[in-house]
C-alpha cells in the first residue's frame, strides 16, 4: 500500500541538536524570528545562530493569521515601516527562489459613516504624501471592482466609498515561513523546534544564555520574537512590557469557486473577507475583549463577524464554516510594535505587532536584524522604540491606519 | 462564550459585561511626584499573566456595577468573582481551615442577592471599606 502513496518531499529543512553556544539566539521560530535569522546571516554574515521555536516551526500566529499585506497607515513612521515590507514582499519570491503565492490583488478599506469617508480620504492623502499607492473609491467604483459586495442603501450601515491600495493583496503564510525556514538552513542556522526557553543567563544585567527545555545553550546575544509570549519571555528575564496578551480569532469556509476579487476590510461592521487560492473564504475581525492565551475565543466573536459578512456579501449567506481557531495577539495600546534594546544588555525585543504582524515580517526582520547585529536601531524601528512609552512619543495607529481592531 | 456570574445580577452571557483590564492597579497617590518611567508604569503597563489573572469587569447591561473576578488566561476558568475594593482572594492572608465561608457577608455590595463569591473554594474577601467604587476604574 505504501509504495502507491506519493514520495515524502524532501524536507526543507535539517533539525539540529542545539550547540552549546551561538552568536546569537532568537526566541521564536515564526515569520518574525526566521525572517530575523534570515537578514542576520545574509547581511550581518552572522551564521553561527539558532532559531528556538517552542512547539513547530510557524505553528503559532504565523499559522492562524489572514494573509492580508498592506501599508496604508496614516502615520509617517508606520507607513515608512510596512511600506519597506511591502517592497520587501514584491522581491522575497525571487531571492528566497520561493513562491509563496503572493498575490497583489489589492486591498479595500470601507467606509460606511461621513467619520469612515472622512477618516478615509485623509488617510488617502497621507498615503499618497507618503509613497504609498492609494485612492478612493465611489461606491460605484467599488461594486466594479468587487461585484458580490452589496452597496444598495438596503443595509443599516450602507457602503460610502472605499479606500484602495492595487499593491496590497495576500500571501500563502506557511510557504512564507518555509520559505524563510529553508534559506536560514541553507546559510547555517540552525533550526531548533521543540525547544522552549525556561530561563535566562545573566552575567550582571547582561544576558549570555538561554536554558531551555533542550539543556542550557550559551549566547552573546538574545532577540525576541515570541509575540503573544513576549511577556512571559521579559518576566523571565526581569523586565516588563507594555503588552496585552488578546485571543485573535479567524475562520475558513469550505472551497468555493472564484468569487471574490480582491480583499475587502470594513472596521465600522467590522470584519475583513479574501478568498485563498484554493478558494476558501478567510475571515477575521477584532480581538476577544479579555486577556488570553488560550489560543481560542469566544463564539459570539465569530457570530458577529459572519454577520457582518453576510450583510456585506449576500452571496456568502449559504456559505459554511469550515474550521475557526484562534491566535495570540500582544497588543500594545497605541496599536504599534514595539522593536529595539530592552533594559537588560545584549537582550533585544521585537514584539507588540498585535493584530498586524504578518504584513510586517520582511521589515521586522530585516530592521530587528540590524538591531541586534549592530546594537543600534534601524533608521525605520527607531521610532518603535520601548521608550516611547516613557517620551509620550506614540504612535497611535488606533483608528488610523485602517487597523481592523 | 464565558459564562460570568455577576455579584448582583447571577449568571449571565459575557455579552452581556465590559472588560476592565488588571484588577488593584490604584491612581498613584502623590501624582505630582511620579517622574516619566513612574506614568509610564502607570498609563502603559499592565501585568500580562499566563494563569490566574484578576482583572475588572462590567456588568453593563445588567447592574451597570463593577466588580473583580479571578480567571485562568489558559484555561479561561472563571476562579473568583469578587467585590471592588477587596483583596484578590488567592493572595489573601490565609484563613483559618474553619468554614467560614457562610459568615461573612458581603459589606460592599447592595441588595439582598449579596452572592457567596461564587466558583471558589477559597476563603472570603476581606469586606472592603464601604466602597464598590473601582480603584482607578477607566471612565
Known amino acids: 500500500m505504501a509504495d502507491l502513496l506519493p514520495e515524502h518531499p524532501e524536507f526543507l529543512w535539517h533539525n539540529p541538536e542545539p550547540k552549546k553556544s551561538y552568536d546569537a539566539v532568537i526566541v521564536g521560530g515564526g515569520g518574525h524570528g526566521l525572517a530575523t535569522a534570515y537578514y542576520l546571516a545574509k547581511n550581518f554574515g552572522l551564521t553561527n545562530i539558532a532559531v528556538l521555536e517552542k512547539g513547530w516551526l510557524a505553528g503559532g500566529n504565523m499559522a492562524r493569521n489572514t494573509t492580508i499585506i498592506r501599508s496604508n497607515y496614516l502615520w509617517d513612521e508606520s507607513a515608512a515601516i510596512y511600506e519597506h515590507a511591502l517592497k520587501l514582499w514584491e522581491i522575497l519570491p525571487e531571492e528566497l527562489d520561493y513562491d509563496f503565492l503572493f498575490s497583489q490583488r489589492g486591498v479595500m478599506n470601507l467606509a460606511h459613516t461621513l467619520g469612515d469617508v472622512r477618516e478615509s480620504m485623509r488617510r488617502v492623502g497621507a498615503n499618497k504624501l507618503n509613497g504609498v499607492d492609494a485612492e478612493w473609491l465611489d461606491p460605484q467604483q467599488v461594486k466594479e471592482l468587487c461585484p458580490i459586495l452589496n452597496i444598495s442603501d438596503n443595509i443599516r450601515y450602507p457602503v460610502m466609498g472605499a479606500t484602495y491600495q492595487p499593491r496590497a493583496g495576500i500571501a500563502k503564510h506557511d510557504h512564507v515561513a518555509w520559505a524563510f525556514a529553508r534559506k536560514c538552513d541553507e546559510l547555517g542556522v540552525d533550526i531548533i523546534q521543540n525547544c522552549e526557553v525556561t530561563g535566562f543567563l545573566k552575567d550582571g544585567n547582561r544576558v549570555v544564555g538561554v536554558q531551555t527545555t533542550q539543556g542550557t545553550i550559551h549566547t552573546e546575544k538574545v532577540g525576541l520574537c515570541a509575540a503573544g509570549h513576549s511577556s512571559v519571555l521579559a518576566e523571565m528575564a526581569g523586565f516588563r512590557l507594555p503588552i496585552q496578551s488578546h485571543p485573535l480569532q479567524a475562520l475558513v469556509s469550505e472551497l468555493h469557486e472564484p468569487v471574490h476579487p480582491t480583499v475587502v476590510m470594513s472596521n465600522h461592521v467590522h470584519v475583513y473577507v479574501s478568498q485563498a487560492h484554493k478558494g476558501e473564504l478567510v475571515m477575521g475581525a477584532g480581538v476577544d475583549s479579555y486577556n488570553g492565551y488560550g489560543q481560542r475565543g469566544s463564539f459570539h466573536v465569530i457570530e458577529h463577524q459572519m454577520a457582518a459578512a453576510v450583510e456585506l456579501f449576500p452571496i456568502f449567506a449559504r456559505a459554511h464554516v469550515l474550521r475557526t481557531w484562534g491566535g495570540i495577539v500582544d497588543t500594545t495600546l497605541d496599536a504599534s510594535p514595539i522593536m529595539g534594546t530592552t533594559p537588560v544588555d545584549n537582550m533585544f525585543v521585537n514584539c507588540g505587532w498585535g493584530t498586524g504582524g504578518f504584513k510586517g515580517t520582511p521589515a521586522a526582520g530585516l530592521t530587528f536584524a540590524h538591531t541586534i547585529a549592530t546594537g543600534t536601531p534601524h533608521e525605520l524601528n527607531k521610532p518603535f522604540a520601548l521608550e516611547r512609552f516613557e517620551t509620550g512619543a506614540l504612535i497611535d495607529e488606533h483608528g488610523a491606519a485602517a487597523v481592523a481592531h | 462564550?464565558?459564562?460570568?456570574?455577576?455579584?448582583?445580577?447571577?449568571?449571565?452571557?459575557?455579552?452581556?459585561?465590559?472588560?476592565?483590564?488588571?484588577?488593584?492597579?490604584?491612581?498613584?497617590?502623590?501624582?505630582?511626584?511620579?517622574?516619566?518611567?513612574?506614568?509610564?508604569?502607570?498609563?502603559?503597563?499592565?501585568?500580562?499573566?499566563?494563569?490566574?489573572?484578576?482583572?475588572?469587569?462590567?456588568?453593563?447591561?445588567?447592574?451597570?456595577?463593577?466588580?473583580?473576578?479571578?480567571?485562568?488566561?489558559?484555561?479561561?476558568?472563571?476562579?473568583?468573582?469578587?467585590?471592588?475594593?477587596?483583596?484578590?482572594?488567592?493572595?489573601?492572608?490565609?484563613?483559618?481551615?474553619?468554614?467560614?465561608?457562610?459568615?461573612?457577608?458581603?459589606?460592599?455590595?447592595?441588595?439582598?442577592?449579596?452572592?457567596?463569591?461564587?466558583?471558589?473554594?477559597?476563603?472570603?474577601?476581606?469586606?472592603?471599606?464601604g466602597t464598590i467604587a473601582p480603584e482607578g476604574a477607566t471612565k
Open chain 2, 1 to 129: 462564550m464565558l459564562l460570568i456570574s455577576c455579584p448582583n445580577c447571577g449568571s449571565r452571557d459575557e455579552t452581556e459585561f465590559h472588560y476592565g483590564g488588571q484588577a488593584h492597579v490604584p491612581y498613584p497617590e502623590n501624582p505630582n511626584e511620579l517622574d516619566d518611567r513612574q506614568w509610564a508604569e502607570f498609563l502603559f503597563y499592565r501585568d500580562n499573566t499566563k494563569g490566574a489573572f484578576a482583572e475588572r469587569w462590567l456588568h453593563s447591561t445588567g447592574c451597570r456595577q463593577w466588580f473583580n473576578m479571578l480567571r485562568d488566561t489558559v484555561t479561561y476558568e472563571i476562579q473568583a468573582v469578587y467585590p471592588m475594593g477587596a483583596a484578590r482572594p488567592d493572595k489573601a492572608a490565609p484563613a483559618p481551615e474553619s468554614g467560614t465561608a457562610s459568615t461573612a457577608p458581603d459589606s460592599t455590595t447592595t441588595g439582598t442577592a449579596a452572592p457567596d463569591i461564587s466558583g471558589t473554594s477559597t476563603a472570603p474577601a476581606t469586606p472592603a471599606a
